[in-house]
């Protein structure tokens, strides 16, 4: 059983471009959350897809977005990228909101 | 302002003593608490789950406390191995509404042979 696997693993950006990240959830799983993790610290809650809809999200610009699809598979999408959007991204899975989350790996982006 | 904040300092300690990480919390009421582990460039692993109603839970060689009163949970881990050393991270989900986790900064452990 596939857990949550997330693509690509590194990613290299400038300035003002735009990135894409994908997350295939823990088979069984409907609910997507999206975490920036900057080195050192504690992940932050970007935002969360529950049945293709943005059920919540956390204290991040417009700049990030995101998009669930009907086979549960995610993507965050960051416009504008700046210095400081530099971090590991991760996606968590869960089979339902509030229950257990299941990381993936991550993504290293690095903003030059 | 609403926070939660585990040891900031790494935590080094010798091979079979009993590590003890804490997780502090203000401002928030959740229904529970969980910890994982981090391992250097990877995502987080979820290890235990403790809610408001439950003092302690045990899962092998792991033990996690959690006092309400006090807004503090224990993570403990005995007999350590080497193989323990890793970041260790505490998460609420501050409103209970479903999945919307705050974590702390983690706790860097090394377990010394």
């Known amino acids: 059983d596939a857990g949550v696997t997330q693509s690509p693993t590194h990613l290299i950006k400038t300035r003002g471009q735009q990135v894409t990240l994908r997350c295939s959830p823990k088979s069984g799983h409907d609910t997507v959350s999206w975490y920036q993790q900057a080195l050192g610290q504690g992940p932050q809650f970007i935002f969360q897809y529950y049945e293709e809809e943005e059920r919540q999200r956390g204290n991040f610009p417009d700049r990030f977005s995101g998009h669930q699809f009907p086979n549960y598979s995610s993507e965050l999408n960051v416009n504008a990228l700046l210095l400081g959007d530099s971090a590991l991204y991760l996606c968590?899975?869960?089979?339902?909101?509030?229950?257990?989350?299941?990381f993936g790996p991550g993504t290293r982006l690095l903003v030059l | 302002s609403q926070k939660i904040e585990q040891n900031s300092e790494a935590l080094n300690i010798q091979e079979g003593k009993t590590a003890t990480l804490t997780c502090n919390y203000t401002?928030?009421?959740?229904?529970?608490l969980q910890w994982y582990r981090q391992d250097p460039g990877r995502g987080p692993v979820f290890l235990l789950l403790?809610?408001?109603?439950?003092k302690e839970k045990r899962k092998e060689r792991l033990k996690v406390t959690f006092d309400t009163t006090l807004k503090q949970s224990l993570f403990h881990i005995t007999a350590s191995q080497p193989a323990d050393s890793a970041t260790y991270l505490c998460?609420?989900?501050?409103?209970?509404?479903?999945?919307?986790?705050?974590f702390g900064q983690g706790t860097e452990l090394s377990v010394k042979p």
């Open positions: 403790i809610r408001e109603n439950e």
């Open positions: 401002n928030y009421s959740p229904a529970y």
């Open positions: 998460a609420l989900d501050p409103y209970n509404q479903g999945g919307k986790l705050i």
């Open positions: 968590a899975s869960s089979w339902l909101p509030g229950e257990t989350q299941y």
